[in-house]
C-alpha cells in the first residue's frame, strides 16, 4: 500500500464504500465522487488489467481501451510487483464467475 494516500479522510471515503450493497449504489456515488473521463479512464485501466491477466498483447489492449502503452506499462507494472489490488479483484471476478473467459 502506498503510505502517500493512506488518511484518515481516505479511509473514511474507503469505509463508506464498504458500505454499499450493489452496483447500482456504486454508480450512484461514483457519479457523485468522480467526473465522466475519471470513471471512463479507470474503467479502462481495469480492463487492461484483466487483459494483461490474459496475456493479451499491448497492442491489442490499446487499440480496445484506447490507453497509451505507457499507461498500459504502468498498470502492468501494478499487476506484478504492486500492492496486489489489481490481482485479488480479478482473481476474485474468476471466483465468482463474474469474469468470464470471453471477457
Known amino acids: 500500500m502506498n503510505p502517500k494516500i ?3 479522510d481516505t479511509d473514511i471515503m ?6 454499499l450493497e450493489n452496483t447500482e449504489e456504486f454508480y450512484r456515488l461514483f ?4 467526473t465522466v473521463a475519471e470513471m ?3 474503467s479502462k485501466r481495469f480492463k487492461a488489467a484483466i ?3 490474459k496475456n493479451i498483447p499491448y497492442n491489442e489492449i490499446c487499440a480496445k481501451t484506447g490507453l497509451s502503452t505507457a499507461t498500459i506499462s504502468r498498470v502492468n507494472r501494478c499487476l506484478k510487483y504492486g500492492s496486489d489490488g489489481y490481482r485479488n479483484v480479478i482473481d476474485r471476478l474468476k471466483t ?4 468470464k473467459e470471453e471477457e
Open 51 to 53: 487483459m494483461l491477466d
Open 96 to 99: 465468482n464467475g463474474a469474469l
Open 40 to 42: 471512463k479512464e479507470m
Open 31 to 34: 457519479d457523485d465522487l468522480c
Open 14 to 19: 474507503f469505509e463508506a464504500m464498504l458500505t
Open 6 to 8: 493512506k488518511d484518515r
